[in-house]
T-cell receptor
Framework: AQKITQTQPGMFVQEKEAVTLDCTYD???????LFWYKQPSSGEMIFLIY??????QNATEGRYSLNFQKARKSANLVISASQLGDSAMYFC??????????????FGQGTTLQVKP | EAGVAQSPRYKIIEKRQSVAFWCNPI?????LYWYQQILGQGPKLLIQ????????DSQLPKDRFSAERLKGVDSTLKIQPAKLEDSAVYLC??????????????FGPGTRLLVL
């Protein structure tokens, strides 16, 4: 069963505007972590932001924030004030933390973001 | 602090040949992961080491893939013999501890493999 779903294969955003990348997840484990990574054309996966299942507040890191809606099992990434350098593939990933889990990351299919000047 | 190092960055081989990839994790990181990323998809875990030991290799095609992590530091992933469907980017990642829910994995630049 698909555990991480990213429904937007591609997105466009105008430079300096905000954009939201969608992610929904499925797990029965009460302890889990949600991650967003950026993958530019160079190929390296760059860690952006983390949200824990027990965290009370939405995570923020600079221009990145995570809109965590636990009841809806969604963890959308919001990028404010988009820059040309934000053009990349973005992956949502989940790690289940319960006993018996090794901690591997399960990735979604990714969303390609293109920032237009 | 130096990041995760991988080599080579690119490799082209013919099917049925063998190939090896090398990874040096961030200094002090106990857990090392190898992921396979096929074009247009998210990465998929092949094998996870904690120090010297294998934690998870359930998705490693063991008839052709092998990996080792000697002395709990560097790791090598080998494919022998390669198939066309092995064309992918092979990503190495490391994390500081035992891989709990909060633990961030840091990735290397990857090795792009093309099998002809």
């Amino acid at each position: 069963a698909q555990k991480i779903t990213q429904t937007q294969p591609g997105m466009f955003v105008q430079e300096k505007e905000a954009v939201t990348l969608d992610c929904t997840y499925d797990t029965s484990d009460p302890s889990y972590g949600l991650f967003w990574y950026k993958q530019p054309s160079s190929g390296e996966m760059i860690f952006l932001i983390y949200q824990g299942s027990y965290d009370q507040q939405n995570a923020t890191e600079g221009r990145y924030s995570l809109n965590f809606q636990k009841a809806r099992k969604s963890a959308n990434l919001v990028i404010s004030a988009s820059q040309l350098g934000d053009s990349a593939m973005y992956f949502c990933a989940m790690r289940e933390g319960g006993s018996g889990n090794t901690g591997k990351l399960i990735f979604g299919q990714g969303t390609t973001l293109q920032v237009k000047p | 602090e130096a990041g995760v190092a991988q080599s080579p960055r690119y490799k082209i081989i013919e099917k049925r040949q063998s190939v090896a990839f090398w990874c040096n994790p961030i200094s002090g990181h106990a857990t090392l992961y190898w992921y396979q990323q096929i074009l247009g998809q998210g990465p998929k875990l092949l094998i996870q080491f904690q120090n010297n030991g294998v934690v998870d290799d359930s998705q490693l095609p063991k008839d052709r893939f092998s990996a080792e992590r000697l002395k709990g530091v560097d790791s090598t992933l080998k494919i022998q013999p390669a198939k066309l469907e092995d064309s992918a980017v092979y990503l190495c990642a490391s994390s500081p501890g035992t891989g709990g829910a909060k633990e961030t994995q840091y990735f290397g630049p990857g090795t792009r493999l093309l099998v002809l």
